[in-house]
């Protein structure tokens, strides 16, 4: 239990008063980004809290999820407890646990201490993400086509289908953007209907002749 005296309290108000902010001096190698290590937050408020006569301390918490630290301030009589920071660890290994508790209580202290934190991510390392580029997917490509001008609007690989797309696309003869659709799709619905019989291809034929008399 925390046992605050008004000692401390000055003394932790006038160490604030001459703490500042922790230089950059780590840079995270996936983010390209900088941060300020443990080590020179440590060395940016030692000093000054020292020398109000407060010591910190910082305590690890038991936890199945990764590093769980949390910082104590002590002197004057008095104790000061900042709470638990959790930050979590994807992996089990050692390497990834010391990871973890470095940047658990390189925050604890931060935070504790009222440090802004510049935006960074090296937590990754804790983490363990792998930043690979997604793969990109492989366009479509269908064998039967129904174009406005170099644009592909729909498409697939059964004829039969196709019919139908050339239908929902083409439905208005009197419409200038089905006659377009038309123009450009020509090739592929007379591909469609050499590969069709009967009344499938009939029907390219009717849409070919209503388009094409045009």
Excluded: W
Excluded at 74 to 97: K, R
Excluded at 111 to 124: N, S, T, V
Excluded at 177 to 201: H, N, P, W
């Amino acid at each position: 239990m925390d046992t605050i005296t008004p000692e401390l309290v000055t003394a932790l108000t006038l160490a604030q008063e001459e703490i500042k902010h922790a230089d950059k001096d780590g840079k995270n190698p996936y983010y390209k980004s900088d941060y300020a290590t443990l080590e020179q937050v440590i060395s940016t408020v030692k000093p000054v809290l020292n020398k109000h006569g407060v010591m910190f301390q910082q305590i690890s918490h038991r936890t199945d999820m990764g590093a769980c630290v949390e910082t104590l301030f002590l002197g004057h009589g008095g104790t000061l407890a900042t709470g638990p920071v959790l930050i979590a660890a994807t992996q089990t290994d050692p390497q990834a646990f010391g990871s973890a508790l470095t940047y658990a209580k390189r925050y604890s202290l931060s935070l504790a201490c009222g440090i802004g934190h510049q935006k960074d991510d090296d937590a990754e390392q804790g983490m363990r993400r792998k930043l690979t580029p997604k793969p990109q997917e492989a366009p479509v490509v269908h064998k039967y086509k129904v174009m406005k001008n170099d644009t592909v609007i729909d498409g697939t690989d059964n004829p039969i289908d196709y019919l139908q797309l050339c239908r929902t696309h083409m439905k208005d003869t009197k419409s200038d953007s089905c006659k377009l659709i038309f123009r450009s799709s020509e090739q592929y619905i007379k591909d469609a209907q050499q590969v069709t019989k009967g009344k499938i291809q009939e029907a390219f034929a009717t849409l070919r002749g209503v388009y094409g008399n045009d």
